[in-house]
């Protein structure tokens, strides 16, 4: 395997969870729900996928199990702010906390404990042509899941007439309950789905990434996919590639200090410098789109309020 | 409804009985802890929680232990103390550099307690400060590097510039250095201890690079996994990890704090407990070696001997003349090696590492 290959394997890697995450984030914010209880979602997926593939023996079983992790943790959160319209920023909040507090809990008894990496798929004669082998067709089964997830979403989100009903519900919840339809329904769909999503995201970190449970190993991956949704501007295409570009940031700089020896001076910029570059991203898009006059690329106008039919 | 808040009221007063029973037994030592991270990160903070079961383990009917965990190095920091204090707790350990001044400033208010700062250099007459030369395990895995590298190029998994990690850094460069004088050493920070994806990432990057054995500073075993998913060998941090790498691990530093827990808390019992600064490495057990493994027998005899070395004082990593990256002599104030200011402040790379100096 040569370097450029190298690089983009581990870009590849690193960004499947933003996508993951991220692309459910995404639906439960074009239906109006903004829960930034990602992080927490995320790592409760982390832990159950571990514990559950660890008991079993099967990475199947993990992932299945943490994505009904998500589902289960993420309904929490529907309760409080769809049952009892709760405020979202702070439901989301306390899911974090929760989430983060609560899969150490569960993972007391999995701490040091050791499973093997998912394979690759690998497949023979493909897999082996030079560059576009190992990338095309080397990967692990998730990243091709995650790039389907996200042609699903757009083709749902888009071309379907549920995916309309989702976004007109985003948009203004008043007009579509006027219409007759059922926005609580559809938003706790929407949500359920952002936490499935998060959930597998959070067992690609102890499944395929690095297969071992440790405290807290999401490591604020979840509030980049929170990012990530901004920097897309809730489009399911700009945040495959916007995955790609954190993850690109995320790892490149690893690879520039690796070569520092034989680069220029100038090329070799502070770690922090990059850690802190999605975020500053993302704030310069926003700025764009507040900025510019095609309102497309806005967040969904319902975004946040919540919602109480005959109010 | 009356029966629920009555049911409710009776449990909170089992609850409030439950707790207060500990207080009952004041004839017991209570022995506070005060953690960086969570003490499932399999790393330095679960090593200390090791230690604090170590002492329960051997003197369990005669203490009552409790630890706080991810307190931060900050104003937080000396809060978690006090409360650990003013909660009957007469011996302190406080398990972090930036621990420091809030321990400082917390023994100062509780002048009966006993404190026990790790990695730290502030004293007081109920504050001691205890660390482990690390890098003299280090100065060993440098040696085996040596040896056992086909490339030549060793990679680095590093968290950030301070001179903890520095002088590890330069003693591993001393111990290959002893061996093969044109070792490369590529190192990559990824400016946090613990984020198992990233260690990973970096692991990765460095194995792309051409680097064929992996050290590590940071704290999970991810960097390990890389090694053996890619059939490399690389070193463990802060325990054995050989079930991360049952073929890649050529050794391991294990942080032992167990002995030195028991010793200090034994010494708060027998009321000889008196300030002192402890700074121990393989000669006492502080730093132990996980077994040397996946190796030719001749290199699994000169890490021993290295070892021994070490152990025995023969063996120094700082050993006079100490020429820095620019090429310069390092003045020599130790005698013939140089002074544990010199190793707690270096804040230089040694000759031979071509790696920028971060800043």
Redesign the interface.
């Known amino acids: 395997?040569n370097?450029t290959e190298?690089?983009i394997?581990?870009i590849i890697?690193?960004s499947t969870?933003f996508v993951l995450a991220g692309i459910g984030e995404l639906v439960a914010e074009r239906s109006g729900v903004l829960n930034l209880g990602v992080e927490g979602m995320m790592i409760m997926g982390t832990i159950t996928g571990f514990a559950t593939a660890y008991v079993t023996d099967s990475a199947t079983l993990g992932f299945i199990a943490a994505i009904a992790a998500g589902m289960v943790f993420s309904s929490l959160f529907a309760f409080m702010t769809l049952g009892l319209a709760a405020n979202q920023v702070a439901s989301g909040l306390a899911l974090t906390i929760l989430g983060l507090g609560l899969s150490?809990l569960v993972?007391?008894g999995f701490?040091?404990l050791?499973r093997s990496?998912i394979p690759s798929l690998d497949i023979p004669g493909l897999t082996d042509l030079p560059m576009v082998g190992p990338i095309l067709f080397g990967q692990d089964a998730l990243v091709y899941l995650s790039i389907a997830l996200v042609a699903a979403v757009w083709w749902f989100l888009y071309r379907s007439r549920g995916g309309l009903i989702l976004r007109a519900v985003g948009e203004s919840h008043v007009s579509a309950h006027a219409l007759g339809y059922p926005v609580r329904l559809i938003r706790f769909g929407a949500v359920l789905f952002g936490g499935g999503c998060a959930g597998l995201a959070g067992a690609y970190?102890s499944l395929a990434?690095?297969?071992?449970?440790?405290?807290?190993?999401t490591?604020g991956?979840g509030w980049i996919a929170l990012a990530l949704v901004v920097f897309a501007s809730w489009r399911p295409w700009r945040l495959l590639l916007g995955a790609y570009f954190f993850g690109a940031i995320?790892?490149g700089n690893?690879?520039i200090?690796?070569?520092?020896?034989s680069l220029p001076?100038w090329l070799?910029w502070?770690?922090?410098f990059w850690?802190a570059l999605p975020y500053l991203a993302t704030v310069i898009v926003l700025v764009m789109i507040s900025s510019g006059k095609d309102r497309s690329g806005a967040a969904p106008a319902s975004l946040g309020t919540p919602f109480v039919p005959d109010r | 409804m009356k029966r629920t808040i009555l049911a409710a009221l009776s449990a909170i007063g089992l609850a409030a009985t439950v707790l207060a029973a500990p207080a009952l037994a004041e004839d017991k030592l209570k022995v506070g802890f005060i953690y960086l991270?969570?003490?499932?990160?399999?790393g330095w903070t679960?090593q200390h929680e090791v230690g604090r079961q170590a002492v329960v383990k051997a003197l369990g009917d005669k203490v009552d232990t409790t630890y706080v965990e991810n307190v931060p190095e900050g104003p937080d920091a000396q809060r978690a103390i006090e409360n650990l204090a003013a909660d009957g707790n007469k011996l302190i350990f406080t398990t972090s550099f930036g621990y420091m001044d809030p321990t400082i400033k917390a023994a100062k208010n509780y002048p009966d307690v006993d404190f026990e700062h790790a990695t730290g250099f502030k004293r007081a007459d109920n504050v001691s400060t205890y660390a482990a030369r690390f890098y003299e395990g280090r100065y060993i895995e440098g040696v085996i590097a040596a040896k056992m590298s086909k490339s030549g190029i060793v990679?680095y998994v590093a968290p950030f510039p301070i001179p903890e990690v520095i002088s590890g850094i330069n003693s591993f460069m001393r111990g290959a250095q002893s061996v093969r004088p044109d070792l490369?050493i590529?190192?990559?920070?990824?400016?946090?201890w613990?984020?198992?994806?990233?260690?990973?990432?970096?692991a990765?990057?460095?194995?792309?690079?051409g680097?064929d054995i992996l050290a590590q500073h940071t704290d999970?075993?991810?960097a390990m996994?890389a090694a053996a998913?890619k059939g490399i060998y690389a070193f463990g941090q802060d325990?054995d990890m050989i079930?991360?790498g049952p073929k890649a691990q050529l050794t391991a530093i294990v942080n032992n704090w167990g002995d030195y827990y028991i010793e200090r808390t034994k010494a708060v019992l027998d009321g000889t407990w008196k300030s002192t600064d402890t700074w121990q490495g393989l000669d006492k057990g502080m730093v132990k070696m996980a077994d040397f493994t996946n190796m030719p027998d001749d290199v699994k005899k000169l890490a021993q001997d290295t070892e021994d070395g070490l152990k025995s004082g023969k063996i120094n990593p700082f050993s006079c003349p100490v020429v820095n990256q620019d090429g310069q002599t390092v003045e020599c104030k130790g005698g013939d090696h140089l002074d544990a200011g010199q190793i707690l402040g270096m804040n230089w790379y040694v000759k031979g590492i071509?790696?920028?100096f971060?800043?």
């Open positions: 395997m370097f190298a690089v394997l581990t890697a690193s969870p150490d993972g007391t701490v040091g050791n990496k970190l990434d690095t297969p071992f449970w440790g405290t807290g190993m490591a991956r995320w790892i690893l690879h200090q690796a070569l520092s020896g001076r070799v502070p770690p922090q850690t | 991270g969570p003490v499932g990160d399999y679960y990679g490369k590529k190192i990559v920070w990824v400016s946090t613990y984020d198992p994806g990233k260690e990973a990432d970096a990765k990057a460095l194995i792309a690079q680097a999970s075993p991810a996994q998913e325990s079930k991360f071509d790696d920028k971060p800043n």
